[in-house]
């Protein structure tokens, strides 16, 4: 069964730091490419980040750079994002995707997580 696993969501405050986890089982996970998204409350998902499946490469969404850093270990088959500087519009519900395919395939995703919510309190 294939699952992705987000956890580490909670509430900061602004200016704090969080980090999120995405831990995947049931498929290759060096073949996939590991998207983060975001959805906040009457918003669409956004991409925020991406590392791609040979891990050498690595996207962000302009609003987030400089802040959050995506990284792998792929010995536990898990993914981080490292959100730094945390403002009250991070505010959502982070999910986890995985694309055979490439950090740039829309629409992307093959397998996606439940999500974890963050909340940034000003």
């Known amino acids: 069964e294939v699952q992705l696993v987000e956890s580490g969501g909670g509430l900061v405050q602004a200016g704090g730091s969080l980090r999120l986890s995405c831990a995947a089982s049931g498929f290759t996970f060096d073949d996939y490419a590991i998207g983060w998204f975001r959805q906040a409350p009457g918003k669409e998902r956004e991409g925020v980040s991406c590392i791609s499946s040979s891990r050498g490469s690595t996207y962000y969404a302009d609003s987030v750079k400089g802040r959050f850093t995506i990284s792998s270990d792929n010995a536990k088959n898990t993914v981080y994002l490292q959100m730094n500087s945390l403002k009250p519009e991070d505010t959502a519900v982070y999910y986890c995707?995985?694309?055979?395919?490439?950090?740039?395939?829309?629409?992307?995703?093959?397998?996606w997580g439940k999500g974890t919510l963050v909340t940034v309190s000003s």
């Open positions: 995707a995985a694309d055979r395919s490439s950090c740039l395939r829309q629409p992307y995703g093959d397998y």
